[in-house]
Nanobody
Framework: QVRLVESGGGLVQPGGSLNLSCAASGFAFSTYSAGWYRQAAGKEREFVAFITSTSERANFADSVKGRFSISRDNAKTTLFLQMNSLEPEDTAVYYC????????????????WGQGTQVTVSP
């Protein structure tokens, strides 16, 4: 059974940091690219970042470049998203997923998604 379980969300003040984790199981995590999406209330889900299977390449949405970093530990089948200098506009539910990538393009599998973790950035 494929499972992706996000954790690490919460309430943080503007300028603060959070580190999200995503524990993957039930599939060959180390052979997939993996990424993060987010969805703010009333808005469509949007791409945040992805990383290739062996961490040789990563790409970020323009809105988070220079503030967020993505990493993975294939031995522990875990994906991370380090978020720094958080802004109220980063408030959203954050989802991890797995898929394939080609150059800077990432294509998550429709059936490899977590349930999400809430991130709220507010004074």
């Amino acid at each position: 059974q494929v499972r992706l379980v996000e954790s690490g969300g919460g309430l943080v003040q503007p300028g603060g940091s959070l580190n999200l984790s995503c524990a993957a199981s039930g599939f060959a995590f180390s052979t997939y690219s993996a990424g993060w999406y987010r969805q703010a209330a009333g808005k469509e889900r949007e791409f945040v970042a992805f990383i290739t299977s062996t961490s040789e390449r990563a790409n970020f949405a323009d809105s988070v470049k220079g503030r967020f970093s993505i990493s993975r530990d294939n031995a522990k089948t875990t994906l991370f998203l380090q978020m720094n200098s958080l802004e109220p506009e980063d408030t959203a539910v954050y989802y991890c997923n797995a898929g394939v990538s080609y150059n800077d393009n990432y294509y998550p599998r429709s059936d490899y998604w977590g349930q999400g973790t809430q991130v709220t950035v507010s004074p």
